[in-house]
């Protein structure tokens, strides 16, 4: 599990068997000494049903995808998807639009990809959200290689501390579609960076 200190925001890794589960953890950060609490996860039968439910779709990305590096929104506001087509194609993405959780989460069962765009208030709050939920049943080395943006009204973008909270990897308000390039490109940068020495352990032994 990826943590990220409320006093001073470092982030650490704690191996995922070193939190019992079912149980709330206080954890020390270990440059300033400020415990993070760790909640145990309310996820019930019911829900991980329902998500099992939404898995399934016969919908197939068409061959010419195969060697690309994929970008999913999910979000039924096209001209928000518009807005951004072009500046992900240039960073050398190919978008696909889910324009439901359902279409959403069976081109995830199918595909690997590398940028997921939520829309915010798409589907609910992005808690309850059944495609957030699915993307953090992911295992740890998939959701590693999986950088999720939710694109907000409301929450300032780069806003760390909201998006540890809200299980994403970065916060874009909109009014700041503009510069997604940019932000996108250090922000990505950053997550590489930080989750470089892990992939080579992975590479080494073979895992990836």
Do not use: W
């Not at 960073?91 to 959403?104: C, E, N, T, V």
């Not at 943006?149 to 909270?165: E, I, P």
């Amino acid at each position: 599990m990826e943590i990220t200190c409320k006093g001073c925001g470092s982030r650490f890794i704690v191996p995922d068997e070193k939190i019992p589960k079912g149980k709330i953890v206080k954890i020390k950060c270990p440059k300033c000494g400020e415990k993070t609490v760790i909640e145990p996860e309310q996820e019930t039968k019911d829900e991980l049903l329902e998500i099992e439910d939404y898995s399934y779709s016969d919908d197939t990305l068409s061959d010419v995808y195969e060697d690309s590096r994929l970008a999913l929104f999910v979000g039924d506001d096209t001209d928000l998807l518009n807005r951004i087509l072009q500046p992900i194609d240039d960073m050398g993405y190919r978008l696909i639009h889910a324009p439901s959780a359902k279409d959403a989460i069976g081109k995830m069962r199918l595909h690997h990809f590398d940028l997921i765009f939520l829309q915010e208030g798409f589907g609910g709050d992005i808690k309850e959200s059944l495609v957030m939920k699915y993307i953090n049943r992911l295992s740890m080395a998939v959701r590693r290689k999986t950088f999720v943006v939710l694109l907000s009204n409301n929450l300032k973008t780069l806003d760390q501390m909201m998006a540890y909270a809200l299980s994403v990897n970065l916060i874009l308000n909109i009014q700041d579609i503009d510069r997604i390039k940019d932000i996108l490109n250090n922000a990505i940068k950053r997550h590489e960076a930080f989750y470089k020495p892990f992939f080579d352990i992975m590479k080494e032994i073979g895992k990836v």
